[in-house]
């Protein structure tokens, strides 16, 4: 076996497809399905069941994680013998959720540019476990979290600590608190949503963190919220606060994306409840080689980062 054997394997193991996998490397779907049936009598085992729809054998998956340790090591390895001969590479692939990404990417890039205009960044927006997946097969240099220090295979670059704001379309905060109460909120930060039980929740689906972290909050104050909207986007339910529809627990990083004929009509509060603000990261494998281009982008990254919860703290 060579490393076109594993590249012809992976990209086959990723698109469950031939056709659309042998169009990936320009190759024949024909020349592809040959490829596979040599590594099959090579390993002495199906990887593939090509019943609709195709799926991995356990061998086949077992197969998988192996191959991408192995074309990450010769990534690696390659990158590595490039920086020995001055022939760094210019790419750099980063790993950030779908809505950090309009928020971070274009003001890291307009710094981290200037300092690298040979380097062409390619962003890969998934969710946070998508990300740190694809970080430990070796399919990116670098990915947007949260500090990890359970995980011993990551390196954790801190960033800044980023709050949780309770957001409430301004009529609702009136109906639910005298004027002195929403001065005394806004300075000092709220930890219950008992005060706002009568109002109507706009919301982050349950399986995200955010959306955990609502039901624990309402379980714990003891009350059953009246719900308008749940989403798995954080800006559908920070649009739909805008409209007056409902009060919502968002990350303070979202901010940025209102207007501020939005923001004259709402109220933000810091909110104070324990162990809700997260630490974010830069992220990547401890084993990998780290470029000089790739560790002055996560030096643009604590810059910016920094300068961005600066701005937040503008909205209270």
Known sequence: MNFDNYRYFAAAAEELNFTKAARKLFMTQQALSKQIDKMEKEYNTRLFNRETPMSLTPAGECMYRHVCRILDNERQMRAELDAVLGQESRNLVVGVSYFRSSILIPRIMKEFSGLHPEICVTVKEKNLAGCVADLKLGK???????????????????????????????????????????????EEGIVSLRPFSGCPFVRMDADTWMGEQFDRYCREDGFDPKI?????????????????????????????????????????????????????????????????????????????????????????
């Open 140 to 186: 990116l240099d670098l990915m947007f979290g949260y500090h990890m220090e359970d995980d011993p295979a990551l390196v954790s670059h801190r960033l800044s600590r980023e709050e949780t704001v309770l957001a409430v379309p301004e009529p609702m905060a009136a109906e639910c608190l005298s004027p002195e109460e929403i001065r005394g909120f806004k």
């Open 228 to 316: 308008f909207v749940i989403s798995q986007s954080v800006l559908t339910v920070l649009e739909c606060c805008a409209e007056g529809i409902g009060a919502t627990l968002v990350p303070a990083g979202y901010l940025d994306h209102l207007t501020a004929e939005q923001r004259r009509g709402m109220v933000f509060f810091r909110w104070r409840y324990p162990d809700v603000t997260l630490l974010g990261a830069v992220l990547h494998l401890k084993s990998s080689y780290i470029t000089k281009a790739a560790m002055d982008f996560v030096k643009c990254s604590q810059k910016i980062c920094g300068e961005e919860e600066s701005l937040w703290n503008g909205f209270f």
